[in-house]
């Protein structure tokens, strides 16, 4: 048996103890500063909100600095990341949801709408992943299917059609990999939107707010991105 507390052959090193350290300090400090709002207006403990604000800034700062690839990738998958529902409630006024490919089903690991960003109609796609674990299995770990390319991509249309602007909140593991998503035509869905999109007569804005996986062949947050890149900075 290999020593307690060693790290196993291809894991990624193990320096959990610091990090454990490290959280917890914030966490600890971040109480202090909840307390110390409540008393809002004594001079002595606004100094020390202010003190205490400076120094969970600090250990934010050496945290997030010094962190490995591994550790990288677990904030990226954290669950208390905003999702595309956090940042539509955030950014953007009159939004309306828009559901279904007209083809086969509403995959829900895609969210589509149109809505307003500062007044300008705009069209809105993101990947939702769920807060729990209900969540999670209705949105499929944010991991689209053939039905949700297809409605991204008619929302795509529609938003050069009428001229819209797209915005587009990149959160996936990855597309489905399963055999029924397979049998519908996963591969050619993907590579549909891959000709459509480096049609598109409007700007694609994308935003990478959490994971943006991959599985080994063309996947669409990487097609995003690179027609980003042309259709902004290449007119």
């Known amino acids: 048996m290999s020593p307690k507390g060693k790290s196993k052959p291809g894991a990624p090193p193990l320096d959990r103890s610091k990090e454990t350290e490290r959280q917890k300090e914030i966490e600890r400090l971040e109480k202090d500063v909840e307390e110390l709002r409540h008393l809002a207006g004594d001079a002595h403990a606004d100094a020390e909100l202010e003190r205490i604000r400076e120094q969970v800034g600090e250990l934010r700062r050496e945290f997030y600095t010094h962190m490995g690839p591994w550790q990288r990738a677990q904030i990226a998958r954290h669950q208390q990341r905003p999702y595309t529902l956090d940042f ?3 950014l953007f006024t009159d939004f309306i949801e828009l559901h279904g490919d007209r083809g086969y089903a ?27 674990m209900k969540q999670r299995l209705v949105r499929n770990f944010g991991q689209p299917k053939p039905e949700g390319y297809r409605k991204a991509l008619r929302i795509m249309q529609l938003a050069a059609k009428f001229g819209r602007p797209i ?9 489905y990999p399963g055999i029924d998503a397979e049998e519908r035509g996963q591969g050619e869905a993907i590579a549909r939107n891959l000709r459509e999109m480096a049609r598109l007569s409007v700007p694609v804005i994308v935003t990478v707010t959490g994971e943006g996986g991959s599985g080994g062949r063309w996947r669409l947050p990487s097609a995003i991105a690179s027609i980003f890149w042309r259709t902004v900075f290449t007119r």
């Open 106 to 132: 509403d995959d829900k690991a895609i969210i589509t709408g149109l809505g307003k960003f500062h007044g300008r109609p705009v069209a809105v796609i993101g990947h939702q992943k769920g807060r729990d």
């Open 88 to 90: 539509i409630g955030l």
């Open 167 to 175: 915005f587009t909140f990149i959160d996936t593991p990855g597309a």
